[in-house]
C-alpha cells in the first residue's frame, strides 16, 4: 500500500505496526521478538525492493525508527525496559549514501562509542533530506525560540549521497 501511494504521489506517508500490544515495542517477555522482527522484515524488504524496481527510491526518504531503545539486559522479569542512550534508527533512499552503518556503540550496546547523532541531529538531517534548512524554521514565542530541532541539531553530512 505504501509503494502505491508513493506511485500515485502522495508526498507523507506514515507506517505503523499493531498499536500498543503485540507491536514491535515490547517490554515483556524477549522471546517474543523473533516473531515480531518476522513481522516487519519482509514487508519492509518488500518495499524497500519494490521503490527500488520502479525507480522511486532515489526521490523517497525511507525513516526506520522508534522513540527510544531498550535497555541492553534484561531489568524486568523476562524483559528490557526504556533505554536512550543508543538505539538504532535506519534510513534509505532519499538523498541517504546506501550500504553504510553510521555510529557504533560500545561492546554492551549501552553508551556511544562513535559518531553519536542525536535525536536534534536526526531531525536535522531529515528536514534536510526533505529539503528543509531546519535553522530557518524558527519562530518566537512566549520570548523565546523554537523549532523543530528545539535550536540544536546539525546536518549528520556523513550519511548523505
Known amino acids: 500500500m505504501a509503494r502505491r501511494l508513493a506511485e500515485r ?42 521503490l527500488k524496481s520502479r525507480g522511486l527510491l532515489e526521490d523517497t526518504l525511507v525513516v526506520w525508527t522508534t522513540e527510544y531503545g531498550r535497555t541492553p ?18 534510513l534509505a533512499g532519499g538523498g541517504v549514501k546506501p550500504g553504510i552503518v553510521y555510529g557504533q556503540s560500545d561492546e554492551y550496546g549501552d553508551q556511544v562509542a562513535e559518531n553519536e547523532v542525536h535525536v536534534h541531529d536526526f531531525h536535522a538531517t531529515i528536514l534536510h533530506l526533505l529539503g528543509f534548512d531546519h535553522t530557518r524554521l524558527t519562530y518566537r514565542y512566549g520570548g523565546r525560540y523554537f523549532r523543530l530541532t528545539d535550536v540544536h541539531g546539525a546536518v549528520v553530512k556523513g550519511v548523505l549521497a
Open 9 to 50: 504521489g502522495v508526498r507523507f506517508i506514515e507506517l505503523i505496526d499493531t498499536g500498543s500490544s503485540n507491536n514491535w515495542d515490547a517490554h515483556g517477555n524477549l522471546k517474543s521478538y523473533e516473531g515480531l522482527a518476522r513481522n516487519v522484515d519482509q514487508p519492509m524488504a518488500g518495499l524497500l525492493r519494490d
Open 73 to 90: 539486559w534484561v531489568d524486568q522479569p523476562d524483559g528490557r525496559g526504556h533505554h536512550n542512550f543508543v538505539y538504532s534508527s535506519w
